[in-house]
């Protein structure tokens, strides 16, 4: 998301292009080789952007897992933004994204958002002419709870095999949800009870975006409670020999869905900083996954 330049239609240009190569070379360098975009992405920039690194480095294509998404319509003059997985859309959306990526065939293709007037049946159709076509090899989506998956799903022969949520040790809405049942506390959150474990059940792996948190726990703290936890976070760096940014990655992937970290940052030594989180298996304890997010909560478990 960070590639290409500003959230507007300006046209990028050589050092939005060399920010780009330094951002997927840092990458590399850490053992990171899958690479998460979407059609609405800094207006198509961020796609092009690495579609012209991928045009000037033979061979990067063949090393690399490309995945980006479609269904988001951004605001366009006087029309508003809204959500559009009608087929026609869909298509077309995957049409514009293999020309900016400069490629032939998308890795995964996820859906962005649910559209309430979405046609499960259209829909399916879509996904399956891509598929058929050779232009796009797996299907997922992204923002959807278990029920809204398990209807799509029930329409498509082919399966669906991620699902993208915001997860982060700050947007803990998807594990509270789990611990906060029959607490009058669980109608506050927004998170639809059992998603993580549809995921699971249905072996679709589960995506964190946001995984950093946007810096809250690694400089950019916001309260008392943000300054607690970032001091406990880098406490356990110290103690296993790594970075903060890796403890935050590992306390996603320390749970059992075997969450995948989504690295929105474009700064190279951000990325550099979650080498041991690619390299190293999680090292928290179980003791100290939980103090994480007691930390994080700020108040005891129910």
């Not at 797996?138 to 398990?150: L, P």
Request: hydrophobic share 40%; aromatic share 6%; glycine share 8%.
């Amino acid at each position: 998301m960070g590639l290409g330049g500003g959230w507007d239609r300006q046209p990028y240009g050589a050092p939005e292009i060399a920010a780009a190569e330094a951002a997927i070379e840092a990458a590399l360098e850490i053992g990171v080789t899958a690479f998460d975009h979407a059609d609405i992405y800094r207006h198509g920039k961020s796609e092009a952007v690495f579609g012209e690194v991928l045009a000037r480095t033979p061979g990067l294509r063949s090393r690399i897992l490309l995945q980006t998404k479609c269904g988001i319509r951004l605001p366009d003059g006087t029309a508003p933004g809204f959500y559009d997985l009608r087929g026609s859309h869909i298509v077309h959306s995957v049409e514009q994204s293999l020309t900016r990526l400069r490629t032939d065939v998308i890795d995964v293709l996820l859906l962005h958002r649910p559209d309430p007037l979405a046609d499960p049946e259209e829909v399916a159709e879509a996904l399956a002419a891509l598929h058929r076509q050779g232009l796009v090899r797996h299907f997922g989506v992204s923002n959807m709870a278990a029920a809204q998956v398990a209807y799509l799903q029930a329409h498509l022969d082919l399966p669906l095999v991620v699902n993208q949520l915001q997860m982060s040790l700050a947007d803990r809405d998807w594990l509270e949800a789990g611990v906060l049942v029959n607490t009058r506390q669980s109608a506050e959150l927004g998170f639809p009870l059992g998603t993580v474990e549809h995921c699971r059940s249905n072996r679709m792996s589960v995506q964190a975006w946001g995984s950093l948190a946007k810096g809250r726990f690694t400089g950019a703290q916001q309260n008392p409670a943000e300054h607690a936890t970032a001091e406990h976070v880098t406490a356990l760096a110290e103690h296993h020999g790594t970075t903060p940014e890796t403890i935050l990655l590992w306390w996603l992937q320390r749970h059992p869905a075997r969450i995948v970290p989504v690295i929105g940052t474009a700064h190279p030594d951000r990325i550099r900083a979650c080498a041991d989180a690619a390299r190293r298996a999680p090292e928290l304890t179980h003791e100290q996954w939980y103090a994480l997010w007691l930390t994080a909560r700020n108040h005891p478990l129910p």
